[in-house]
Each structure stands twice: as C-alpha cells, then as structure tokens.
C-alpha cells in the first residue's frame, strides 16, 4: 500500500470512527455521553447526529460565549501542533478528505494565491474568538459547511424537530434565513472543491490556522535537499494544497500529508537541525 492510499484509509476510518453513535435513531438528539467531552483534532460538528466526540472549534467558541478561557483545549491543540504541526489536517480531517475527492473531478483547475490564506487568521479571530465572546453565539459553528453537511442537512431531511448546536430542540421552520445562509456556503464551497485545491482548508478553516502556525516549529518537520531539487514542480502536481514543498518546507498552509515524499529530494526530519545543518 502507497502512502497516499493509506493515507486515504486512514482518513476513511477516522470518519467512521468518529461518527458511530447509533442511538440517534431511537433517541432523536445527539449523543450527549462522557465521549462529548473530548474533542477531535479535525473538523467533526459534534451537532451531527451520529458524532461521539466534540468538535476543538466548536468548543472554543463555547467557553468564549461564557467569557472562560478554553486551558484544556488549548492545551490539547498546542501539544499536537508542537509535536507534529498540521498533520491532522492531512491525515485525519474528513472535510480535507471530501475537499481531495471532489477535486478529483475532471474540471477547469484554477490555483488559490497562497497569500490568501491569511484570511483563515481572521476567520479564527473573528467568528470563532470576538463575535463569540461579543453575541454569545456560536458564530463559526452556525455558518460552518462541514457543519451543514453533517448536522443540519441531516437533521433536516429526517428529523422535523433538530438540536442546534447543543441547544434545545427546535423547530425546523425557525431555522429561516439563516438556515438559507448556511446552505448557500455550503454549495458554494462544495462546488469550489471541484476547481481548486481544499479552497476550504486554505481561506476559511481556523483549526487549520491554528496547526498551520506551529507548522514552521514543530517537531515533526520537512527538509528539501537543494543539491537534489531539480524545481520540477511535481511537489505542486501532488500537493493537495498547491504548494511547491521547496519554497517553504515549513508554509504554514502545508497539511503534512507527505506526498512530497515521492521526491527524493524532500525527507521527514524529527526535531532540530543543527547549526552545521546537521541533525544533532
């Protein structure tokens, strides 16, 4: 098995393996057992109807609408960026899965300007962290598309009486222009996917922020061999976000899925390089 198939399997189970609570059929309303405290370290809407887990995002944005500092989430998050940087993004993260698998489709493939992704830093700070703290809504969560896609459209299409966001159940009809907001981000970034690559992953998404930062300190890091870079661009063609690995082997908009590896010029390194430029 190649890396990228296992790769593909490994984010195949962690969609299922996230999402196995069953109980929804019976109960109606999401799991809300010992498993809701802890968090993923992807995009997973805990409002799902089948999701075991919380989402690291959504949580954040809960203890902002009660003015508390989120310690146990920042902490768990810090620890995964500082071990290995962005690498749920490229391993685990079912919504960066969906992203690959759309982009697959034969199209007209348009490039996202990497400079862009500075947007995602404002995302982060404004729906997930000020308008939160600000309106105690839940701001990024009810606009989120994977939100959409795995909460809303479920509960809509089956269930005439849906939780919103760990809130009572309420009515679908109330959900109204907002509900309407919500679908058309939604199709709009799902039709993106078909053209560019994780347009998601690059503009919009704050856990990526928040990982893509520690990218460039972690321990777990990607080294370019100039004497062997013969700057064929193939890195690009296989990146799933676009990059050329050599510019910036540690770009913050890197999701350490390793297909750069194909290269012989580009090696996984764990821990500091030396001032020689030699692993001590």
Not at 4 to 20: A, F, I
Not at 144 to 169: D, H, K, R, S
Not at 203 to 217: M, S
Not at 235 to 264: A, M, T
Request: net charge positive; hydrophobic share 45%; charged share 15%.
């Amino acid at each position: 098995m190649d890396l990228q198939r296992l790769r593909e399997t490994v984010q195949w189970c962690t969609l299922v393996l996230s999402n196995l609570y069953l109980g929804f059929f019976k109960t109606r309303q999401v799991y809300q057992g010992p498993l809701k405290s802890a968090c993923v370290p992807f995009l997973n809407c805990h409002s799902c109807p089948s999701a075991f887990f919380s989402c690291p995002i959504g949580t954040i944005q809960h203890f902002m609408t009660i003015h508390k500092f989120p310690y146990l989430v920042a902490g768990y998050l810090t620890a995964i960026g500082v071990t290995v940087g962005s690498l749920a993004c490229g391993w685990l993260c079912p919504f960066g899965f969906m992203q690959d698998l759309l982009y697959k489709i034969k199209s007209i493939k348009i490039h996202i300007p990497l400079k862009l992704a500075v947007s995602r830093y404002l995302v982060l700070a404004l729906l997930v962290v000020l308008f939160p703290l600000v309106t105690q809504e839940t701001s990024f969560s009810k606009l989120c598309p994977m939100g959409t896609l795995q909460a809303a459209f479920p509960w809509v299409l089956w269930n005439p009486v849906i939780p919103v966001y760990g809130e009572p159940a309420v009515a679908t009809s109330t959900l109204g222009f907002l509900f309407v907001i919500k679908v058309l981000i939604a199709v709009l970034f799902v039709g993106f996917f078909v053209f560019a690559k994780r347009p998601f992953c690059k503009l919009a998404c704050p856990l990526g922020a928040i990982f893509g930062f520690f990218n460039r300190h972690s321990l777990l890091q990607l080294d370019v061999d100039p004497g062997k870079c013969r700057d064929c661009q193939k890195c690009r063609e296989v990146c799933p976000v676009d990059i050329n690995i050599s510019d910036d082997p540690g770009s913050s908009v890197c999701v350490r899925c390793f297909n750069c590896l194909k290269c012989d010029s580009v090696k996984v390194r764990i821990g500091a390089k030396s001032p020689e430029g030699k692993k001590p």
